[in-house]
């Protein structure tokens, strides 16, 4: 039995439309391929002529130098990103609760102004922790750079837990009231539970944006003992601008935490930022 014409042409534009997509994601994950490869490649095949498009000669020299000298960075920047999602959440989640369910007088002042906070540039944030931090005594720390990068994270997870909240059934905080339960006991034992997906989402996105932060690293803690990866591949690169393969590896290790994490928590975060797009 042959296909109708409009089955057939059907048939083309989902092809047409799978192909374009492929090739796309292609386009924009080359670079990754060819930071992958080049991490690979050894020093002499490097100028290649044309270049080999998979390391024919494969060394794990450069990965050998990130064990050896970027152990440091990845362990600041791992303490650094774990401490911005502790904080991100521990502040953002109770205001979110109080935004959605208890309606405090101003409510909506204040989400316009988390929402406009999001706006301002991060070299006018850092200039203005640098001076605080200056009469503070907290330039080149750990902990002043988890409060920085915290304020990039907070206003976003605010309305992020604010619209899944709000999604939340009043009933329930209405029978945890009837049972004796206050707000806070209310919003540990019911709330914050139900809201899996959005603390998902909130500890990913913070995770991501202190990983990957280079302003404020640069700003507040440059030249201190305890630097982040983002500094340590600045800092390799300029004092050995010629071992690509070792400058390439260092990007590799330093993207595959960010990468995992995000591929094991995508289906709760597409959950939590579509959370409260839909309203019965």
């Known amino acids: 039995m042959t296909s109708s014409p409009w089955v057939l042409s059907r048939r083309r534009?989902?092809?047409g439309k799978t192909?374009?997509?492929?090739?796309?994601?292609?386009?924009?994950?080359?670079?990754?391929?060819?930071?992958?490869?080049?991490?690979?490649?050894?020093?002499?095949?490097?100028r290649k002529s044309p270049p080999d498009l998979l390391p024919m000669h494969g060394t794990l020299t450069g990965y050998r130098t990130v064990l050896h000298e970027q152990?440091?960075?990845?362990?600041?920047s791992l303490v650094i990103a774990l401490g911005t999602v502790v904080l991100t959440v521990a502040l953002s989640a109770p205001a979110g609760y109080a935004l959605a369910k208890l309606r405090p007088r101003g409510?909506?002042?204040l989400s316009f102004v988390l929402l406009a906070a999001q706006m301002i540039p991060g070299i006018i944030m850092a200039m203005g922790f640098y001076?605080?931090?200056?009469?503070?005594?907290?330039?080149?720390?750990?902990?002043?750079?988890?409060v920085a990068d915290s304020t990039l994270a907070v206003p976003f997870a605010v309305l992020i837990f604010t619209a899944f909240m709000s999604g939340i059934p009043g009933e329930l905080l209405q029978a945890a009231t009837v049972d004796g339960a206050g707000p806070w006991r209310a919003f540990r034992s019911i709330?914050?539970?139900?809201?899996?997906?959005a603390v998902v989402t909130v500890s990913l996105f913070a995770f991501l944006w202190s990983w990957s932060d280079f302003v404020f690293a640069s700003t507040l803690v440059n030249g201190g003992a305890h630097e982040p990866i983002t500094l340590g591949i600045y800092?390799?690169?300029?004092?050995?601008?010629?071992?690509?393969?070792?400058?390439?590896?260092?990007?590799?290790?330093?993207?595959?935490?960010?990468?995992?994490?995000?591929?094991l928590a995508q289906r709760y975060v597409a959950a939590g930022v579509s959370a409260g797009a839909v309203k019965d």
């Open 13 to 15: 534009r989902a092809w």
């Open 19 to 46: 192909t374009a997509g492929v090739l796309l994601t292609a386009i924009i994950l080359f670079p990754v391929y060819w930071m992958i490869n080049v991490s690979f490649t050894r020093d002499q095949d490097m």
């Open 71 to 76: 152990l440091p960075y990845l362990g600041t």
């Open 107 to 109: 409510g909506g002042v």
């Open 131 to 146: 001076a605080i931090y200056l009469s503070l005594g907290l330039l080149q720390s750990v902990p002043g750079l988890i």
């Open 191 to 197: 709330v914050l539970p139900m809201s899996r997906n």
């Open 235 to 263: 800092h390799y690169i300029g004092n050995n601008n010629q071992e690509w393969n070792a400058i390439m590896a260092t990007a590799v290790v330093a993207s595959a935490p960010a990468a995992v994490i995000l591929v």
